[in-house]
């Protein structure tokens, strides 16, 4: 346990409908990210957060994709009308460091669209 | 863009010691990371290569070039709980983005 947590830990949804994932990263830590993880791949960056601000969006996140950080605290990511391509395990990780080299990883919530 | 390349799977013995390589192309390079994945389970950080050299943290040790853009995790006296997915991770602009990854079979 790495001191990173996420709710919920499985979601099934069905196309079309809307999804809000929460990570609680660690306390002291000011760095937040988002991924995405698909079967055989290494996670791939959505965005990140220093607080409050999101400092970073990756180009392959679509619209439908958005992320909160309201208080530098906690963290909420919304996928609007899921397609079945959605279906993928989340990952938030927090990071101490300035750089971000060394990040510590929720045990992520694993989506799937039906 | 970037890229990172690194074998698919490797296969080593218990006891033994392999090396997993990883090259890479990026711009705005800060530094190299390891991570280790279980199957079901997250990522955990293992390494970070900012300078030219040899880290070591225990059984683990890893290494980097930045005039080659290579990088390689070493892992000596394998047992079979290091039986994972291994990810080097280019590290720029304040966040990482990970290879493929290498899975590693270890054999009794």
């Known amino acids: 346990d790495t001191g990173v947590s996420q709710d919920p830990r499985h979601k099934i949804t069905k196309r079309g409908q809307n999804v809000t994932f929460r990570c609680d990263p660690i306390?002291?830590?000011?760095?937040l990210y988002w991924y995405r993880q698909t079967l055989g791949q290494g996670p791939e960056f959505l965005t990140y957060?220093?607080?409050?601000?999101?400092?970073?969006k990756s180009r392959l996140l679509s619209d439908r994709f958005s992320a909160e950080r309201p208080k530098g605290s906690f963290s909420t990511l919304e996928i609007q009308r899921t397609e079945q391509g959605d279906s993928a395990m989340y990952l938030c990780?927090?990071?101490?460091?300035?750089?971000?080299?060394?990040?510590?990883f929720g045990p992520g919530t694993r989506l799937t669209v039906t | 863009g970037q890229s990172l390349e690194q074998p698919s799977e490797v296969t080593a013995v218990e006891g033994a010691i392999v090396q997993i390589n990883c090259t890479y192309q990026?711009?705005?390079?800060?530094?190299l990371s390891w991570y280790q994945q279980h199957d079901g389970g997250a990522p955990t950080f293992l390494s970070y290569?900012?300078?030219?050299g040899l880290e070591e943290t225990g059984r683990f040790s890893s290494f980097l070039s930045r005039s080659d853009s290579y990088g390689y995790l070493l892992l000596q006296e394998l047992q079979m709980k290091d039986s994972a997915s291994y990810f080097c991770?280019?590290?720029?602009?304040?966040?990482?983005?990970f290879g493929k990854g290498t899975r590693l079979h270890i054999l009794p």
């Open positions: 990780a927090s990071s101490p460091r300035r750089g971000g080299h060394e990040q510590y």
């Open positions: 306390s002291e830590h000011n760095r």
């Open positions: 957060f220093q607080n409050e601000a999101q400092l970073e």
């Open positions: 990026t711009s705005g390079f800060y530094g």
């Open positions: 290569n900012a300078l030219d």
């Open positions: 991770a280019v590290n720029r602009d304040d966040k990482i983005i």
